[in-house]
């Protein structure tokens, strides 16, 4: 499907009037495209962090902010979060429809093979400092996949040869994110097995030894596999448009992805998940005054914000805590784990949306703010939280990127209006 090119806009500048097309999305969004706005009027538009400004068209994620509604090629997040599996949800957002259950057991039989690292990758675990923080470790590995594979350097490969990459990618992060975990722990790393599905083998190479089995649990496996759906992509967010930028620069995918996983690790972004459950504790500790926080939250003064409340587009309940937070109650529950953390989540939600500071800024909860409970209740260390985000959005970052390497996109390379000094002569 095309936007379509059905209005015009006027702009008078300089006493001079221009005509500027008008493009209407599948989903009625309308954009004012401003492609040969400097070549025509010799004026750029400003806008900074591009809260106004499209970057691209794109057919994969549809999301409405105001009504917080959240689709992945069209298919509503609440039917994939209930019906579909992360990998089948990953070849859908990478190649744009449901795949039949022959390709859905082809591409998964295919990651499951390609797992393993090169030997010589276990190396540069050992160069870390023990404390290294694993989104440090994930994404220096990621960039150093591309080493192994020169051949996904050459820029003007057929697109089809970017399958390998694609499958090397979704087979590989989990293997390198959870040797990450081990290598902080000082644990001798975990093979993955080609017997296991994609969640199980996670769970394994994360929590097995050399010296004991990790009994693995449906109700974790299914809920991993549920909060990676949630997580696997989110349209133009940080993260994906820095895969796109990096990407548009013709660098190979790997390299691509290494900037997403930076990008995703800043707490404004997908580091946000470790900074709830942080903050949350701190709460706690502090004695649980939540009205005292929620006050801190609001002053301008104070640097406290309030983790995992707040979205760029969302000015509703962001769909996705909607989901985790009742899957919340429902994994907590089968596994017999009381969080108080959780109790503390609630009320603060509670406390906060009755305030007129957030309600008035529209500031909801967002995929962070309770995502970080259950990853606790499935033994996952809060340090490894954001490394989990990563893992979801993989597939995401890889479907934004080769939708913006098929469409033939420009070299991304935003203007500036200079308010340095003026011309001025060397001194002396
Ligand atoms: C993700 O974009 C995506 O799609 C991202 C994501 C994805 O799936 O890829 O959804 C994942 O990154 C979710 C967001 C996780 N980050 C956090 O939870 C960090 C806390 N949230 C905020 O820092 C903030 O809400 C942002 C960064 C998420 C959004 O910031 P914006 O859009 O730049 O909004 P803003 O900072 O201009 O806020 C508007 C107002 C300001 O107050 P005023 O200037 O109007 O007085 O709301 C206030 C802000 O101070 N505000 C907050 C707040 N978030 C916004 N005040 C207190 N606590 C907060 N959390």
């Given at each position: 499907m095309e936007a379509v090119m059905n209005d015009t806009a006027k702009v008078v500048l300089d006493g001079q009037e221009y005509e500027l097309p008008v493009v209407t999305g599948s989903e009625g969004e309308k954009a004012i495209d401003i492609t040969k706005f400097r070549g025509s009027t010799g004026y750029i538009t400003l806008d900074s962090g591009y809260?106004?400004?499209?970057?691209t068209k794109s057919a994969i994620t549809f999301l409405d902010g105001e009504k917080g509604v959240l689709r992945y090629r069209g298919y509503p997040i609440e039917q994939l979060a209930e019906k579909s599996t992360f990998l089948e949800v990953a070849y859908l957002l990478i190649y744009g429809k449901l795949p039949t259950t022959e390709q859905l057991t082809g591409f998964s039989t295919n990651i499951s093979r390609h797992t393993l690292v090169h030997e010589d990758m276990k190396r540069f675990y050992e160069a870390y400092p023990s404390k290294a923080h694993p989104m440090g470790v994930l994404a220096s590995m990621v960039s150093a996949l591309s080493t192994f594979y020169p051949e996904s350097q050459k820029p003007n490969r057929p697109i089809e040869a970017i399958d390998l990459t694609i499958v090397r990618l979704l087979a590989k992060l989990p293997t390198l994110a959870a040797w990450s975990y081990k290598n902080s722990q000082g644990h001798p790393v975990i093979y993955p097995k080609n017997s296991y599905n994609y969640c199980q083998n996670f769970l394994h190479m994360m929590f097995a030894m050399p010296t004991e089995e990790y009994e693995l649990d449906p109700v974790v496996v299914k809920a991993l596999d549920q909060l990676l759906i949630l997580h696997a992509d989110h349209e133009q967010n940080c993260s994906a448009s820095t895969v796109r930028i990096v990407g548009s620069s013709h660098a190979n995918l790997y390299s691509s992805i290494s900037a997403g996983v930076i990008a995703l690790w800043g707490p404004l972004h997908g580091g946000a998940n470790q900074a709830v459950i942080e903050m949350l504790k701190m709460i706690r500790n502090d004695g649980g005054n939540l009205q005292k926080w929620v006050d801190k939250a609001k002053d301008k003064n104070d640097e406290f914000r309030m983790m995992g409340f707040g979205h760029r587009v969302y000015k509703n309940m962001d769909p996705r805590a909607r989901i985790i937070k009742k899957a919340c109650d429902d994994i907590l529950n089968k596994l017999g784990v009381v969080d108080p953390v959780l109790d503390i989540a609630k009320k603060l939600e509670e406390v906060a949306l009755k305030d007129e500071y957030f309600v008035s800024r529209k500031l909801y909860p967002n995929v962070d703010f309770y995502s970080g409970i259950i990853y606790r209740a499935l033994g996952i260390p809060t340090n490894m939280f954001t490394v989990m985000f990563a893992l979801g959005r993989l597939p995401g970052w890889i479907a934004q990127w080769k939708e913006m390497i098929e469409n033939k996109e420009p070299i991304g390379r935003p203007r500036q209006i200079y308010v340095g000094e003026n011309e001025r002569n060397y001194p002396g």
């Open positions: 809260k106004n400004t499209g970057a």
